[in-house]
Nanobody, 117 residues
Framework: QVQLVESGGGLVQPGGSLRLSCAASGRSMFSILRMGWYRQAPGKQRDLVAAITGGGSTNYADSVKGRFTISKDNAKNTLYLQMNSLKPEDTAVYYC??????????WGQGTQVTVSS
């Protein structure tokens, strides 16, 4: 059974930084086609923030380009999201997602990020 566990969320002032982590267990990350970070603000849909393929290609939502960086460490089975220059509109619950080669997809439980002074 695959488990994705996010951590690293919290309260930060505008302009600050946070690093989110997503620890994957149950299956090897080498069988993952793509991993991503999504976020959902109250009353809004869940949107893609950033994604990374098994080969390391990345893509970002326009709203976070130049501020956020997605990366992964296959040896540690961990996905990261480095978030810099945070803005109040980045406030949301952030979810980790993994899409495997057999077509199955999994979600973490989410971690709250609040950007406020």
């Amino acid at each position: 059974q695959v488990q994705l566990v996010e951590s690293g969320g919290g309260l930060v002032q505008p302009g600050g930084s946070l690093r989110l982590s997503c620890a994957a267990s149950g299956r090897s990350m080498f069988s993952i086609l793509r991993m991503g970070w999504y976020r959902q603000a109250p009353g809004k849909q869940r949107d893609l923030v950033a994604a990374i393929t098994g080969g390391g290609s990345t893509n970002y939502a326009d709203s976070v380009k130049g501020r956020f960086t997605i990366s992964k460490d296959n040896a540690k089975n961990t996905l990261y999201l480095q978030m810099n220059s945070l803005k109040p509109e980045d406030t949301a619950v952030y979810y980790c997602n993994a899409y495997y080669t057999d077509g199955r997809t999994y979600w973490g439980q989410g971690t709250q990020v609040t950007v406020s002074s």
